[in-house]
């Protein structure tokens, strides 16, 4: 298959083993990412793995693209550390606090830049939302062919791909034509373990960025002026307790506890 090309959408998320320490921005309603150290969103490794798998098949190129801070690049370098050939990312400040279609927006726009593309491989859901939205909304964006849940892929020479989706009661074997685009759960495969050379080879690796102008994106149509969903209102629940001191012998003590207790109605 000559001129195989893979883009591989990929997230930097929170450390899950820093959960304890996400906050949320009480202005905006988001995920203060500051301060925060990031990971490879999960399910984003096991379409890079697949994309790799294919590469070692077919040959090409595997292209990571990315809607994340500048500051996410050593990240995606351990994704480039994997196997990736180059990574892109699309970073801006019109960006911020985008949901699902508007985060869609700017990942279709960052994919048609690095076009032509025949295969557009994302983990099945972020870590860090959970939607399930995006494989489908790129797709649609792109105009080209997509399934999300898929649990085995086999892409022919000639272009044809057979891939196993999960439903509710089971799966379903579906055919279809490049380009596609495919959301992947994590039962398609084992991710492999990054090398030493691997690591050394991604430093020589490049990774470009593109802003809102590069990427000819609508600024009304992106971050929070672009979203559909916007936060709701937070508060911060009290867990404050209100107590009284109860004085006297145990008698009167007891008969005084009883009593406020019958008042809460804890006590009939």
């Known amino acids: 298959m000559s001129g195989f090309h893979v883009v591989v959408l990929v997230k930097p998320v929170p450390d899950p083993g820093c959960y304890d320490r996400v906050e949320i921005d009480p202005a905006t309603g988001v995920l203060a990412r500051q301060g925060m150290p990031s990971v490879i969103n999960p399910s984003d490794r096991h379409a890079l793995e697949e994309a790799l798998v294919l590469q070692e098949r077919h040959g090409g190129r595997v292209t990571l693209v990315s ?9 995606l370098r351990e994704a480039l550390a994997m196997g990736g050939d180059e990574a892109v990312i699309l970073s801006d400040r019109a960006f911020a606090g985008s949901d699902s279609l508007a985060t869609s927006r700017v990942l279709a726009a960052g994919i048609a830049k690095v076009a032509p593309f025949d295969l557009v491989l994302a983990g099945n859901e972020s870590a860090d939302g959970g939607t399930v939205h995006v494989p489908s909304q790129v797709g649609e964006l792109l105009g080209v062919a997509h399934l999300a849940n898929v649990l085995r892929l086999e892409v022919d020479p000639d272009g044809s791909v057979r891939a196993r989706t999960r439903i509710e009661n089971g799966y379903v074997e579906v055919v279809g034509a490049l380009p596609m685009v ?13 090398s ?3 690591v050394m080879a991604s430093q020589g690796k490049p990774i470009r960025v593109f802003g809102a102008e590069e990427l000819g994106v609508d600024r009304s ?42 008042a809460e109605g804890v006590l009939g």
């Open 182 to 194: 495919l959301g992947v759960r994590r039962e398609i495969n084992t991710p492999r373990y990054t």
């Open 221 to 262: 149509g992106v971050g929070m002026e672009g979203s559909n969903m916007r936060p709701g209102k937070l508060s911060r629940p009290s867990f404050r307790r209100k107590g009284e001191r109860v004085k006297g012998d145990t008698d009167e003590a007891v008969a005084r506890i009883v009593g406020i207790l019958r």
């Open 67 to 75: 809607m994340t801070p500048e500051s996410s690049a050593e990240t």
């Open 196 to 198: 030493l050379m691997g």
